[in-house]
């Protein structure tokens, strides 16, 4: 017992520390319970096979995705227009919507899913994402009080309910609680987060020095204005020709920048959008949109040369580049480049290194026209365009040019938007499959079809990019935390401290005793996860009550809030421990953000429970 208590207290204080990152510390306290044979190996590496570690990580992804797609920022896009420039009332729809989804859908998957959205939200308003996203996990456990279903510790007290010979809580019982506690919340939230939360810094998200944005290259070289579409038609003339056959660069002046495909099933949502390189090889097929640049006179003759569809600006609209695949970068010619004093047409940039230049920058004055022709200067900056994989391999001829920017962490900002529809539809499915009983299908199953559902569908550029989206600190730091609610069972701790509070105040009343077992869960769940908690202490709180001869209700209702309403720790909840790397949080930051709302929501909790639910 000393020793399992002396590794917890150890834990603690490195973890408040936050010298050590909090994932090693918590591996670190796993393996001292080995040694001390504590814990099985079996016993210590359960964790890892936890449904909710497992489904922590299918959430990642599937958060990701909706991230990826684009589908974050429509959703963003619309809750702004409702919170308008003020912080507060984006502050209150965050708190207000979060509550409202964590009703029904677990709060590890609620954070999982709003997180991108919220960041992205704030990343519109300029907003330090932080002062958003512990407020989102505090929100998803409050939201979880006021379902049965909302959170675990809610069906661990019914069940022992149940178990005791009591009439089983409704689907709604929780409600009246769970709507407290948000009130409670966004009172005492509100004033906190701007104290201690809404820290001066870049915003997540944000690189200083990646370059300019793709958007403002296009501007800035003004490609929009010289950028055309052309149709391939069943009966064109361009039909099963290869680039390289049309010479359209010396013919009409007019260079193919590349050729975009889109393979449509009957699904209007399963439809796949190509972005081929216009290399001297590719092939044209029916349907194929050329993406061509030069005057308009020039696209105009080419059009009709080879009967091809001109599409012209959508709405008014200027037409500008996507950059799903292809991409654009800057280089800026080093004074020993072999390139020097070459015309564009004779580097062929496109036969050597699969690129097209669209324009060149010289003393502060943009080149687009008449591009082949030109002499390359020392100095001169170009625009080139190619597959994201062909530019960031052109990091490679470090003694001709230097890349400007990073290629590669700016094509992992694109969003795939056209995928947006499949990935909210994905969504919409695990969420029914998480909420509707008549869904034969567990919570963690239908988490792990979706993310894989979110690959095998495209949501994601690559399967790299979909890992890339897991934070492993946060499932380590879970999974390794959670038998050391096995070790403090075994080795009698939990029982020890539970037994001796709960009898010790007992004598004085209801009150008290309701209050002894509510600190005591509270207490633990601070390094224990809180089911793991409700677990240990459910029995203990209708003991103690049949003891009494009161109605144990409240008393169990008490355990389970206690165990959901836990904040001043990163790893006793999923939801507390899903923000953390997020919102570049440290310990010390959820003690004292959450510290304070736990002692505040304990204290209205323990009079309010007994008139909700009398003795």
């Known amino acids: 017992m000393i020793i399992t208590l002396l590794i917890l207290l150890l834990s603690v204080v490195f973890f408040v520390n936050g010298r050590v990152r909090s994932d ?26 936890n449904s909710v570690v497992v489904m922590m990580i299918g959430l990642f992804v599937v958060g990701g995705a909706i991230f990826q797609t684009g589908l974050a920022k429509m959703i963003s896009s619309k809750l702004m227009k409702l919170a308008g420039n003020s912080e507060t009332k984006l502050f209150l729809l965050v708190m207000l919507v979060t509550s409202a989804i ?27 994402p932080s002062r958003l996203l512990m407020p989102l996990a505090f929100a998803s456990s409050m939201g979880g009080m006021m379902t049965l279903i909302g959170t675990p510790p809610n069906l661990v007290v019914n069940n022992a309910l149940v178990k005791g010979g009591y009439e089983a809580l409704s689907f709604f019982s929780f409600t009246p609680v769970g709507l ?51 149709q391939v038609l069943s009966d064109s003339k361009l039909l099963g020709k290869m680039i390289v056959e049309l010479d359209a660069r010396s013919k009409y002046g007019i260079n193919i920048l590349e050729v975009r495909r889109v393979e449509n099933s009957q699904n209007r949502l399963l439809k796949k959008v190509i972005q081929i390189a216009a290399e001297s090889d590719t092939v044209l097929s029916d349907g194929d949109i050329l993406f061509v640049t030069g005057n308009r ?38 004074p020993s480049s072999s390139f020097l004093n070459k015309k564009i047409k004779e580097a062929e940039f496109r036969t050597r290194y699969n690129v097209n230049i669209l324009g060149i920058c010289r003393k502060g004055k943009y080149i687009v026209q008449g591009l082949a022709e030109e002499t390359i200067h020392s100095g001169d900056l170009l625009l080139v365009q190619g597959t994201w994989d062909n530019i960031a391999n052109l990091e ?75 934070n492993w600190e946060s499932i380590v730091l879970i999974a390794a935390m959670m038998p050391m609610s096995t070790a403090l069972e075994k080795t009698g701790v939990s029982d020890y401290i539970s037994t001796t509070l709960v009898s010790n105040v007992g004598t004085y009343g209801p009150i008290a005793l309701m209050a002894g077992i509510y600190f005591t869960t509270s207490l633990m769940t601070m390094f224990i996860s809180n089911t793991a908690t ?16 009161v109605n144990p209700t409240p008393f169990l209702i008490a355990v389970a809030v206690a165990a959901s309403m836990c904040f001043a720790s990163p790893f006793s909840t999923p939801p507390n421990a899903l923000v953390m790397h997020a919102g570049q949080y440290k310990f010390v930051d959820y003690v004292k953000v959450g510290l304070p709302l736990q002692i505040i929501m304990a204290i209205v909790m323990i009079f309010v429970l007994p008139l909700l639910f009398p003795f």
């Open 396 to 470: 490679k001829e470090t003694n001709e040019w230097i890349v400007v920017g990073r290629p590669l962490e700016e094509a992992a900002k694109v969003t795939l938007d056209y995928k947006a529809p499949l990935a909210a539809g994905i969504m919409l499915l695990m969420i029914a499959a998480m909420v509707f009983d008549f869904i034969p299908i567990e919570p963690v199953t239908a988490v792990m079809i979706a993310g894989l559902l979110m690959v095998l569908t495209g949501c994601f550029r690559n399967v790299e990019a979909a890992y890339k989206t897991i």
């Open 534 to 549: 409700a677990v240990l202490l459910a029995p203990i709180a209708m003991s103690s009550a049949v003891q009494l001869g």
């Open 24 to 49: 090693i510390v918590a591996l670190c306290s796993l393996v001292a319970l080995l040694v001390f044979n504590i814990l099985t190996p079996a016993e210590a590496l359960s964790g890892f096979s």
């Open 102 to 128: 964590g009703a029904f859908v677990s709060n590890t998957g609620t954070v999982a899913l709003l997180l991108p959205i919220v960041v992205s939200m704030a990343m519109n308003m300029k907003m330090n």
């Open 180 to 230: 407290v506690c948000v009130v409670v919340g966004v009172i005492v939230l509100m004033p906190l987060t701007k104290w201690f939360l809404a820290k001066p810094g870049t915003l997540s998200g944000e690189s200083a020095g990646a370059g300019k944005s793709l958007k403002t290259l296009v501007k800035e070289y003004g490609i929009s204005n010289s950028l055309h579409r052309l």
């Open 297 to 334: 006179e020039s696209v105009h003759a080419f059009a009709q040369e080879y009967n091809a569809r001109y599409i012209s600006e959508d709405k008014g609209k200027s037409l500008s580049l996507d950059f799903y695949d292809i991409g654009v970068a800057e280089i800026v010619l080093m």
